[in-house]
């Protein structure tokens, strides 16, 4: 069977142009900094049209001008592909010295080996580990970033890693010598080596648009999950989050307690600096909360300036002691608003699962109760709800 590859180049080059059409069109909505890396990434696949253009056209790069050229366009390519993805992940969006050097490599390579002692077998030999080079390095990118990989990442990152592995070939074969033996292999790896540099960037991009849908799905989850101003759980999730561990506590798993916490005075903040003060205040309270909070411990605005705290594990007097830990952090850490320094306090009700209290909405109203009673005995204090039931 044979195998035209000059006709694959024409289809290459056709279909790449087609893809980044449509991506330039599919990526208008897509976040910011997804739609920028992704017109990176169209970038580098429009880099790659001439050549593949080129080689359909007259069956070869005809002359060491177009082989320089061919390669300066395949280099830059996997350079901006490796941006591209530094980009999606917020990272330096500057090409690096490595591929700065990568890239006048492949200049160099057929200006010395082509043209100024011409040896297609050393031009070959060396340029085509420089370029698996940069096939490997965007797919280090891709597998070396912060935070837990996807199969989207395994895959895109895969497929550039096996990019490589004709390219290499190529030039362990260029390597090995003009012996006849070789010339099948030589064939099989020219072959190889073609096909997948026209395939990859079809394949690649699919894989990298499967990246950003990944992301695009986990950012809407998250949203979904957290209140967006302060980054917190909202109600609706803590409520997902307080069923398992409230049926645990009930069934004695483990002793459960959750804090009703309420910013004492805050109208008097949103008065003073106006609302967008008082949204600076609430992250400001939710950072050293957090800071007080163990993992574990599950954090939610459930309203205006009221949080609710899930403590797992937790009893009353644990509880009580968390919730101290709290209220003295804030009283003790003044925030910053508008170039003013506030200290703000809370008042803080605290309910443990037990008789009677076994479900999220009986361990709201008993925390809401002893919240109340708190704020009533003067604020800036903590009350629990047993120490209710036996003054009541």
Not at 17 to 35: E, I, K, N, Q, T
Not at 117 to 136: I, T
Not at 352 to 359: A, D, S
Request: hydrophobic content about 50%.
């Amino acid at each position: 069977m044979h195998f035209d590859l000059a006709t694959a180049m024409l289809v290459t080059s056709a279909l790449t142009l087609a893809v980044g059409a449509s991506l330039a069109v599919a990526v208008s909505r897509y976040p910011d900094r997804l739609r920028e890396a992704m017109h990176i990434w169209i970038r580098a696949l429009l880099l790659q049209t001439p050549v593949f253009l080129l080689f359909g056209v007259v069956g070869e790069l005809p002359g060491v001008a177009a082989v320089i050229v061919a390669n300066a366009l395949f280099a830059l390519a996997y350079a901006e592909m490796g941006r591209a993805v530094r980009v999606f992940s917020g990272n330096n969006p500057k090409l690096t010295r490595l591929e700065l050097a990568l890239i006048a490599a492949l200049i160099v390579i057929p200006i010395v080996f082509g043209g100024i002692w011409p040896n297609p077998r050393v031009r070959l030999m060396l340029g085509a580990p420089v370029l698996a080079w940069l096939s490997l390095d965007v797919a280090r990118s891709i597998l070396r970033r912060d935070g837990r990989l996807r199969a989207s990442d395994w895959l895109t990152g895969g497929l550039f890693i096996a990019s490589a592995i004709p390219m290499l070939l190529r030039g362990a074969i260029e390597l090995l010598g003009h012996m006849p033996e070789l010339d099948p292999w030589r064939t099989f790896g020219r072959n190889l080596f073609f096909i997948m540099g026209s395939a990859l960037p079809m394949i690649g991009t699919i894989g990298f648009l499967l990246m950003c849908n990944d992301r695009i799905n986990e950012e809407l989850t998250r949203l979904a999950m957290q209140d967006p101003l302060t980054g917190v759980f909202n109600r609706r999730t803590f409520e997902e989050r307080a069923a398992t561990v409230i049926d645990e506590a009930a069934r004695g798993v483990r002793p459960l307690s959750l804090l009703a916490v309420d910013i004492d005075h805050f109208k008097h903040v949103n008065d003073e600096f106006g609302h967008a003060g008082g949204d600076e205040a609430l992250r400001l309270v939710v950072a050293l909360m957090r800071e007080t909070l163990a993992e574990g411990q599950i954090l939610s605005r459930i309203g205006g300036e009221e949080f609710a705290v899930l403590l797992p594990g937790a009893d009353e007097t644990e509880a009580a002691a968390t919730a101290e830990r709290l209220r003295r952090h804030l009283e003790h850490s003044p925030i910053d608003i508008e170039g003013r320094k506030l200290c703000l306090e809370i008042s803080a009700g605290v309910a443990t699962v037990g008789p009677g209290l076994r479900t999220l909405a009986t361990l709201l109203r008993a925390a809401d109760r002893a919240l109340y009673a708190a704020k009533h005995a003067g604020r800036n204090r903590v009350a629990t709800s047993s120490t209710l039931a036996e003054t009541g």
